[in-house]
Structures are given as structure tokens and as C-alpha cells.
């Protein structure tokens, strides 16, 4: 695939992130769980997706800039995936804890930690800086892992 191809691809998928978030925002409680976690699934699969890239010990930069794009994007959104009535109550299985609403302000700085370490990423996958990369990516990962502790519950 060439470059512009997966720019391309990039680019669709940031525009399904933020289409995906908007979308969250006007539907019911119960349509806004299953948005969520479509995109969270999308979210994971680029996470995954980069870090195979960077533990593969020849990761490609197009896939890797690819997958930077996708996480960033999704960092930037994240927070509009948890409209007020998508918890627990919207009827939904959701692993989302009800912590989300009640402490909004911890949850948006969890958000925010992500989205600034996601932009370094996706700046070093753009510059082809495949060493800053792999030096970022841990940090996302601590990221996701934060917000994962503190607000979701532990999967079964």
C-alpha cells in the first residue's frame, strides 16, 4: 500500500472517530454505550496494531504513522463518548463505572493525560521517528492503563 493510500486510510478513520463522537453525543443512553464501544474496540485495535509494528524489530512507518493518526484522533473525542445516561443505567452492559459521572473532573484529566501523550506520538510517527516512537508508545499505553484502573471495571 502506498503512502498516500494509508494517509488516505488515516485520514478516514479520524473522520470516524470524530463522526463516531458526534453521534454519541444525540442518541439515547443505550445507542451511546454501543458507539462507545465500537469506537474503544477501534481505539485498542490501533493500539495493538502499533505496538505489534514496534516489537515486529522492523516496524513499517507508513503503518505506524497510520495507527499514531487513529489514536490521536481518538484521544482528542474520547471524553464525548460518555454522554450523561450512557452508564449503567442506560440498560446496557457497559464496563464503564459510574465513577465517569460522578467525578467528571478526575475523568476529563484522565482524557487529557491521554490526548498529551498521544500527540508526541503521533508527531514522532509523522516525522518517520521511529526511536521516539518506541520511547512515546509506552507512555499512551501507561495512559490508557490509568484511565482503565480508575474508571472501567476490571473485564471477567
Known amino acids: 500500500m502506498s503512502s498516500s493510500t494509508l494517509r488516505a486510510v488515516a485520514v478516514g478513520m479520524t473522520v470516524a472517530f470524530l463522526s463516531g463522537a458526534a453521534f454519541a453525543a444525540g442518541v439515547s443512553g443505550a445507542e451511546a454505550v454501543k458507539v462507545r464501544q465500537t469506537n474503544m474496540k477501534g481505539l485498542g485495535a490501533a493500539s495493538k496494531a502499533l505496538f505489534e509494528q514496534l516489537r515486529s524489530g522492523a516496524p ?73 516512537v518506541a520511547a512515546q508508545a509506552p507512555k499512551v499505553g501507561a495512559a490508557c492503563k490509568g484511565c482503565h484502573d480508575k474508571f472501567r471495571a476490571p473485564e471477567k
Open 60 to 132: 513499517d512507518k507508513d503503518v505506524v504513522k497510520v495507527q499514531a493518526d487513529k489514536i490521536e484522533a481518538a484521544a482528542k473525542v474520547l471524553p464525548t463518548w460518555f454522554p450523561t445516561g450512557s452508564g449503567p443505567e442506560a440498560g446496557v452492559k457497559t464496563g464503564a463505572l459510574p465513577i465517569i459521572w460522578s467525578q467528571p473532573d478526575a475523568f476529563a484529566a484522565a482524557a487529557k493525560r491521554l490526548a498529551d501523550e498521544a500527540a508526541p506520538l503521533d508527531a514522532a510517527a509523522d516525522a518517520g521517528d521511529m526511536s521516539a
